[in-house]
């Protein structure tokens, strides 16, 4: 015999903000209940432009079951240190591992409105993360910051990675821009 949940969704809502070339990704939100606090996930960049709400990567999606097992939430937002669009880090190009300011402006909203914001850019986003602009956000909400973990250049786990097993901890940035598990 089996056992059929189901989960009612009051307003189940896709929203992916792209440029005009379709290169870059600033923004995606998923949202099923206003009612409920909303979760912002920093990671590195995005690996598709993918329109359908449903599918969101395998690193996302892992990201996303974390936060998910460890709170009641209502939406996440996914914002990234870099918004041109990429199959791997590695093969994103340097000219687009820079500061970028419209990038920047969907970062920090998504901080601001979120109650709690998962780092999970992984080991190679320290030309980004520890900018003045960056750090100063970042080290203005200590209490909304979790990661899963650091690796041993101050920079939070990606989460491809993870067991299973892997839990959320609370985490804080300091003056330099490392990232530091309480």
């Known amino acids: 015999m089996s056992i059929i949940t189901t989960i009612p969704f009051e307003n189940l809502q896709a929203h992916n903000v792209i440029d005009k070339s379709k290169k870059c990704r600033y923004s995606i939100v998923r949202s099923w209940n206003n009612q409920k606090d909303k979760?912002?996930?920093?990671?590195?960049?995005?690996?598709?432009?993918?329109?359908?709400?449903?599918?969101?990567?395998?690193?996302?999606?892992?990201?996303?079951?974390?936060?998910?097992?460890?709170?009641d939430y209502g939406a996440i937002e996914v914002v990234n240190l870099f918004a041109r669009t990429s199959?791997?880090?590695?093969?994103?190009?340097n000219e687009y591992k820079v500061f970028d300011e419209v990038n920047f402006k969907y970062i920090k909203n998504a901080v601001e409105s979120s109650s709690m914001v998962v780092l999970a850019w992984g080991k190679k986003g320290a030309r980004v993360s520890k900018g003045k602009k960056f750090k100063n956000l970042l080290m203005n909400y200590p209490g909304k910051l979790m990661c899963f973990d650091v690796y041993d250049n101050g920079q939070p786990k990606y989460p491809r990675n993870l067991s299973t097993e892997a839990t959320l901890k609370d985490c804080y940035m300091d003056l330099k821009g490392d990232i530091h598990i309480f």
Do not use: A
């Open 87 to 93: 199959n791997s880090q590695k093969e994103l190009e």
């Open 39 to 71: 979760v912002t996930i920093i990671m590195y960049n995005p690996r598709t432009l993918e329109p359908n709400p449903f599918i969101l990567g395998q690193s996302l999606s892992k990201c996303v079951r974390f936060v998910m097992r460890d709170g």
